[in-house]
């Protein structure tokens, strides 16, 4: 199956610090995904990509850049993190449109 | 409002019975559905997808798409402790390149 691994898997950190959460995907998938999942808002997609380089706006961007600088990596940058961004995050990929979405384990950010 | 809509918020289920999960999304540039459940302390792995009008059968699980009233439905038969899991329903949506939008979720007990 592939695979998708996010680091941290836990970070905590002050409010307007900076926080890079980094996911990378060895599978040649195309696409790759940041969400973020809250209770009772269930995963909501805040940036994404179909290749290196490219960038594409979701639907909660505020706060938080991305880059995409290799096909296999793509980041998540809170450069000044209020407590509302503690989350799980999670990033994924998929070969291409309308395939499935693999998942990584998932990065607990607390902002304190 | 979300652009996807799942029913009901959490659903209790005896072994051995039916589960009966719903999804409508609010755009009718969706293209593709897919179902997706997540385990505790787990990324959301895939579990079927479904774009044309009808019936799709993968084991014990059925899905349901009209697209005419953009509703699908999932119903797992035998429902294992197992299932018990949250489940998403998401939807592809050509907007540069393609975003995978995700509902709610619908948190399924299996109780033995």
């Known amino acids: 199956e592939a695979a998708v691994t996010q680091s941290p898997r836990n970070k905590v950190t002050v409010t307007g610090g900076n926080v890079t959460l980094s996911c990378r995907q060895t599978?040649?998938?195309?696409?790759m995904y940041w969400y973020r999942q809250d209770t009772g808002h269930g995963l909501r997609l805040i940036h994404y990509s179909y290749g290196a380089g490219n960038l594409q706006i979701g639907d909660v961007p505020d706060g938080y850049k991305a880059t995409r600088t290799t096909q296999e990596d793509f980041f998540l940058l809170l450069e000044l993190a209020s407590p509302s961004q503690t989350s799980l995050y999670f990033c994924?990929?998929?070969?291409?449109?309308?395939?499935?979405?693999?998942f990584g384990h998932g990065t607990k950010l607390s902002v304190l | 409002q979300q652009k996807v809509q799942q029913s009901p918020e959490s659903l209790s289920v005896p072994e051995g019975g039916m589960a009966s999960l719903n999804c409508t999304s609010s755009?009718?540039?969706?293209?593709y559905f897919w179902w997706y459940r997540q385990h505790s302390g787990e990324g959301p792995k895939a579990l079927m997808s479904i774009f044309s009008d009808g019936d799709k059968k993968e084991g014990r699980f059925t899905a349901h798409l009209n697209k005419a009233s953009l509703h699908v439905s999932l119903h797992i038969r035998d429902s294992q402790p197992s299932d018990s899991a949250l489940y998403f329903c998401?939807?592809?949506?050509?907007?540069?390149?393609?975003?995978?939008?995700f509902g709610s979720g619908t948190r399924l007990l299996v109780s033995p």
């Open positions: 599978n040649s998938h195309n696409y």
């Open positions: 994924a990929s998929s070969v291409g449109q309308n395939e499935r979405l693999f």
């Open positions: 998401a939807v592809s949506e050509p907007s540069g390149g393609y975003k995978v939008v």
């Open positions: 755009d009718r540039n969706f293209q």
